[in-house]
């Protein structure tokens, strides 16, 4: 049946990507992501050299005296507001806290949804439930210990946050500390590092991050994009599984993807419909190929780096091409590489890159 079913695939599973086949593909891809990291590093330091000054021009060349003092500078008038409006301004000025702050710019609040993108609209915040969300990504930024950014491990690793727990991990930020760069949650970037207090440390970021809040089978669920994943899920009974918890990468296939495979796997409703063992059993050991037993952003997928899947031995490995904010995988039985984009989805038990083609293993 898994030969059938591969062989049935090999010619639609390269229709959404004209890059190329082999090393020219792969060295296109090489470059594409050589450069993107080089662009944004150049824009880290620009940010570096623009806020040395803002520092300097403040009056800030030394040890602040608490983490508080940092948020005059014009650069964080949202995160002064929501510091104010949740109270939580003074447990960050308290003496001897040394505590990690990750602070988010105007820049990175101004991309969330109001009332919480600007200063302006905090200060007018009124709602309890508001200030409550407010109050836990707040937490979320704020590691109860010092943490250099030469402490942070290269590769991947994670700490846990002042956020009370709720769900499983939605008080735990993940760091990816590669190519020069230090990314949190896949996403959000350190541009300014290492600015001491007496009573901690303070590191800027471009995002502002939020705590997960569903699981991977919620977020599957929840986008329209995915109903043949989630058949597939229901009938391969691996539902389950990926709404316990854990600390799964899933590289998701959208229902386009699933188009390009042969009947019966190429629809939600055809997939619901499959009463055949054999074919249960190849869909359910495609969906595992699908699956890494720990948590990789796009950052730390690595240069053709061999990556082993949930799926049966020996075929059971993806190679992967590393990317800021997107990256690209390649099965088996793959002429080319699935894009990996959008990518970064944060759930509580894992993360999920979404995917324009099945991988075959």
Known sequence: MLSFLFTACKKDAATDNAMGSGNNETASLRADAVSNIS???????????????????????????????????????ALNAA???????????????????????????????????????????????????????????????????????????????????????????YFSNEYGLL????NALVLFADIPASNGIVHVINKVLLPPTQTIVGIATADPSFTSLVAGLVKTDLAGLFDQPGDYTVFAPTDDAFAQLPEPFNTAANIAAINDQAQIDALANILKYHVLAERYFTLD??????????????????????????????????KNYAKAYPANLLATNGVVHVMNQVLLP
């Open 39 to 77: 662009l944004t590093l150049k824009d880290v330091t620009a940010f570096k050299d623009e806020f040395s000054k803002m520092l300097s021009d403040a009056g800030i060349n030394a040890k602040l005296p608490n983490i508080t003092i940092l948020t005059k500078l014009p650069v964080f008038n």
């Open 301 to 334: 997928l690595g240069d053709m780096q061999e990556l082993t899947t949930l799926a049966a031995p020996p075929d059971n490995t993806v190679i992967g091409m590393y990317g800021l904010n997107k990256g690209f995988v390649k099965g088996n039985e793959n």
């Open 83 to 173: 510091l104010k409006k949740t109270g939580l301004n003074e447990t960050l000025g308290t003496p001897g806290l040394n505590a990690t702050v990750f602070a988010p710019t105007d820049a990175a609040f101004a991309q969330l949804p109001a009332p919480y993108d600007n200063a302006e609209h905090i200060n007018a915040i009124t709602d309890p439930s508001e200030i409550d969300f407010l109050t836990n990504v707040l937490l979320y930024h704020v590691v109860g210990a010092t943490v250099r950014s030469n402490e942070i491990a290269d590769g991947r690793s994670n700490a846990t946050t002042l956020k009370p727990a709720g769900a499983q991990n939605d008080n735990t930020i």
């Open 183 to 186: 990314a949190i949650n896949g």
